[in-house]
């Protein structure tokens, strides 16, 4: 069930709030003069109206290696319960800022994985070098800064230079410190407003914000005229959430308690599918959005829309694969087919490249050659080595994972595609819905590519995924922040209805 996604889209919306410009030529000096340093921000986080957290950012004027910059670091806590279950979600970030308001240098730090994972950036002369460091491996990756970007926490200094308009529409380059790269973010302001804060009355500008990722994640916010975000509010996933300017007393009282999974779980209507289901109908309904932008088309099931954009039908059919039509190990020619040789990689979260991984691989096929067997047996071999189904850790690694042999879908699912790719076969994430017990809940589960993808179920044991396994939208292939493959939840958590036909 996935708290990753959950708390990576919180943070997006926490970023998300300061963000508001067009791009034109910075003036330092005047940027200088307008902010007022140090300022010490505390907010409080609400969902579904009741408090999960809390934010706390402190920006003071600094130095980055010899120019003037201004240093922010911002904190972020978040108590969840997942069937019972806590979990506390913290990230902190250390950056520093140039006086042109583009970023020079930032640090994060996050624990969701349940131990520390650090992303450390360098940006100089067009180039961002990042190293992210989990289970004691770094991984370096660089990428082009555009002049016209500007980090997501000082766009509301930014705004302090023009004249803000009813009705405008802007569009920036904001970099995003969870997306760790720069995303288009267009802007329009929607109305002049009021706020109370501390008893005080302020005016503000309401402002939408949406990033163009995901289909578009929209974050409205209230702007004060001295450029500080009063209050943000988002419908994440389905879950209206509030971050809101208060006092540090109020920011860091008790949390009270909201379960993510008891919250989000889907009761469908109709019959209810058995367990091992090789074929399953429904009828799907979204409240709002286009069905086929949230679920998927793909080898094993069918969507087919009506004419309502919002309403369709999806029929799955599992078909278990022929061992003799299987090819052995290692399967011929992936290096010179692109689409598969990218789901042989490692990635931070999936460490296929680690000798400890790749050894137990090689282990539990014990010199079994071929591709499917194979693969059931290192899905066997998950599902029995992780004695500990738990949801005590956010987002494990594949090491991690392999060295505490506990957690949750997650967890399972990627030690199991980081000892598929160790020994050759491809294989990905798949995001989606399962029906267990009462209800669909929302789901990782692997597919390998054993001469075609099949869907594997380490998690619960069954093998092959069974048809009652909904994939929805997201991206095939991971990336440092696993963010892609939650466009099918935010698309449908608290909007999907489920009628199952068959």
């Known amino acids: 069930m996935k708290r990753q996604i959950f708390f990576t ?38 969902l579904m109206g009741t408090k999960i957290g809390y934010a706390h950012i402190y920006m003071e004027k600094s130095s980055y290696e010899g120019e003037d910059a201004i240093r922010v670091r911002a904190d972020m806590v978040m108590d969840l319960k997942r069937t019972g279950t806590g979990l506390r979600l913290a990230t902190t970030r250390i950056s520093y800022v140039g006086m042109d308001l583009v970023p020079r240098y930032f640090i994060t730090t996050s624990n969701e994985t349940g131990t520390e994972k650090q992303v450390e950036a360098h940006i100089k002369d067009g180039i961002a070098r990042l190293e992210t460091t989990l289970s004691g491996k770094t991984t370096h990756t660089q990428m082009p800064i555009s002049t016209d970007t500007i980090f997501e926490q000082m766009i509301g200094y930014f705004l302090l230079q023009r004249t803000i308009r009813v009705g405008d529409v802007h569009t920036l380059n904001v970099f995003n410190l969870d997306l760790m790269k720069p995303v288009k973010t267009a802007i329009k302001v929607l109305r002049e407003d009021q706020i109370e804060v501390d008893g005080k009355i302020e005016p503000v500008y309401v402002i939408n914000y949406t990033m163009d990722i995901m289909g578009g994640f929209t974050t409205t916010g209230w702007l004060g005229h001295n450029g500080t975000t009063y209050r943000m509010e988002i419908g994440l996933i ?16 008790e949390s009270g308690e909201v379960d993510v ?26 409240t709002e959005g286009p069905l086929d932008r949230a679920v998927m088309t793909n080898h094993r099931q069918q969507l087919k829309i009506d004419n309502d954009s919002r309403h369709g039908t999806l029929e799955i059919q ?5 061992q ?14 692109e689409e598969l040789a990218q789901f042989l990689k490692s990635t931070v979260y999936i460490q296929a490249e680690h000798p ?66 160790a020994v050759g076969i491809p ?61 099918g939840v935010m698309r449908t958590l608290n909007q999907l209805e489920i009628e199952i036909l068959e």
Request: proline share 4%; with cysteine; charged share 20%.
């Open 427 to 487: 294989a990905r994430v798949c995001a989606g819905l399962v029906f267990q017990h009462d209800a669909f809940y929302y789901h990782f589960w692997p597919e390998v590519y054993v001469g075609k993808w099949v869907a594997m179920e380490p998690t619960l044991g069954q093998v092959q995924a069974d048809a009652t396994h909904i994939q929805l939208a997201g991206s095939e292939l991971e990336s440092n922040s696993m963010l892609e493959f939650g466009e």
């Open 9 to 46: 889209c919180f943070l997006l919306f926490v970023s998300v709030g300061s963000t508001v410009a067009q791009w034109a030529e910075i003036n330092p000096e005047e940027v200088e003069k307008m902010m007022q340093l140090p300022q010490d921000d505390w907010l409080n986080l609400t």
């Open 356 to 421: 400890t991984i790749r050894a137990k691989a090689i282990a539990v096929l014990d010199g079994e050659i071929n591709a499917w067997k194979s693969a059931e047996k290192l899905c066997r071999w998950v599902y029995k080595s992780i004695h500990d189904k738990n949801l005590k850790i956010g987002f494990g690694s594949a090491l991690q994972t392999l060295e505490s042999l506990e957690g949750d879908c997650t967890e399972h699912t990627v030690l199991m595609i980081a000892m598929a790719r």
């Open 324 to 337: 003799a039509e299987t090819p052995n190990l290692p399967i011929q020619d992936l290096q010179d087919n």
């Open 261 to 286: 999974i008891l919250n989000t779980k889907i009761f469908a209507q109709g019959g209810r599918p058995s367990s091992h289901a090789r074929h399953f109908k429904a009828r799907l309904r979204l």
């Open 238 to 253: 389905g879950l209206k959430m509030v971050l809101a300017k208060t006092d540090m007393q109020t920011a860091l009282g």
């Open 318 to 322: 599992v078909t278990v694969p022929d």
